[in-house]
């Protein structure tokens, strides 16, 4: 018998854990199924055809069609694997370059004021001074570029994983990354051969080769950087949109059946609002991200105020989600607002 | 005895119903979760991407020239 209550408490705990499985492979099944279909309607061209300001009657211009589809692009899962784990070797390259970038800086701050005062002296303990600055020195510089090119390569891969832009222009802002990789390569490669021996004048050369590469680069990362997070709102703007659409319907059918309707349309107004306040910041942002990009030298006054745009227009669509959160919880409330989301759903699907 | 089988089974029921209701998705449609996630991931974006960490390094190189001039 014991056996017999041994296998009823294992049954118990598999059939348990069963649902779990199924909710997760149901949920995102059905999440990419939708979006796939998003992105492929009306039998429409691959969206690497479109480019931004193409002409009327012609291409859609890209903003137009960012604001249009979920997706720009379908990326294969073996990719997205590679790119995921590509990411996270980035990001241990980082925390190691940074590690190792605090501990020179720190050698460096305590022997800097000493440093100085060997400047005209010709002991043998300034000479041990000078020596270990110098090793300190390549390794901060080093390590520095390394810091960078690792940022460099998590952004390159927060591109490739982005669907919400098209083949071309990730190809494009990947190439512009691996431009400004190989110069800082080139630069950190002019670090490592200084040594303790090296002329100070080598190590101030080296100093300034991977600083104005960075400054180079700066412009490159912070542009790509804001791109990425600019098209994820994009893609959160048109999910919001797509799912009001079929809010307003569930609703138009209870109205339909005589049910009051009147305190959830007052919570969809709500969320339509904010996504409206989400999708002009995030217009606006667009705007500046363009100018940036016409821009020569320093953008990072435009950046800083498109970053302002992003984080209002993030700040949007958190709204539009806590109040999302209340229209459903009021709609699943009754068993008609259920039925009306749902055959909302399965209308929207059979067209 | 037969009474520990029927609690067994009885619990087995309410166990497995239990734990059905909580892995339901989110209530609401599958772009619901999606934003839900999309906003996660936002969060997450500017961290990953430690544009604000590297803002310092053009003092620290000028800083390391300046030492060496």
Sequence with gaps: ?351 | MRKQLIFAALSLLVVSALLTGCAQPPAGPAEATDIDDDLKALEELDTDLDIAELDSLDKEFADLEAMFS
């Design chain 1, 1 to 351: 018998m014991k056996k017999v209550m041994a296998a009823l408490m294992l049954a118990m705990v598999f059939l348990g854990l069963m649902p779990f499985a199924f909710a997760r492979q149901g949920d995102s099944s059905g999440t990419q199924a939708q979006m796939d279909a998003d992105s492929m309607q009306d039998g429409q061209p691959e969206p690497t055809l479109y480019r931004a300001g193409a002409g009327e009657g012609g291409l859609m211009p890209q903003r137009a069609l960012e604001m249009e589809r979920v997706q720009l692009r379908q990326i294969a899962a073996s990719r997205l694997q590679v790119a995921r784990q590509r990411f996270e070797a980035a990001r241990n390259r980082y925390q190691t370059a940074k590690q190792n970038y605090a501990n020179a800086q720190a050698r460096i701050t305590q022997t800097r004021a000493r440093y100085n005062e060997c400047k005209m002296e010709e002991t043998a303990e300034c000479n041990q001074v000078r020596k270990e600055t110098k090793a300190n020195a390549r390794n901060l510089l080093v390590n520095g570029a390394d810091r960078v090119i690792a940022s460099l390569e998590k952004l390159k891969e927060k591109i490739e994983l982005s669907d919400r832009l098209t083949e071309e222009e990730a190809a494009e802002r990947i190439a512009e990354i691996d431009a400004r990789i190989a110069e800082l390569q080139e630069a950190k490669e002019t670090a490592e051969e200084l040594g303790e021996d090296s002329d100070p004048e080598d190590v101030k050369e080296a100093a300034n080769q991977i600083r104005n590469t960075w400054q180079n680069t700066k412009r490159v990362m912070q542009m790509n950087a804001a791109r990425v997070v600019n098209a994820k709102i994009g893609g959160v703007i048109v999910k919001s949109e797509k799912l009001q659409e079929r809010l307003d319907n569930a609703v138009a059918k209870l109205s339909e059946e005589g049910q009051d309707t009147s305190e959830v349309e007052a919570l969809i107004d709500e969320f339509s609002a904010s996504v409206e306040s989400a999708k002009n910041h995030y217009n606006l942002a667009m705007d500046k991200h363009e100018e940036a990009r016409a821009t020569e030298g320093d953008v990072s006054g435009i950046m800083k105020e498109a970053t302002s745009h992003m984080q209002e227009a993030h700040k949007g669509l958190k709204e539009a989600h806590a109040v999302l959160a209340k229209v459903l919880r009021q709609m699943k409330a009754t068993r008609a607002g259920q039925q009306a989301l749902e055959e909302a759903e399965s209308e929207e699907e059979g067209e």
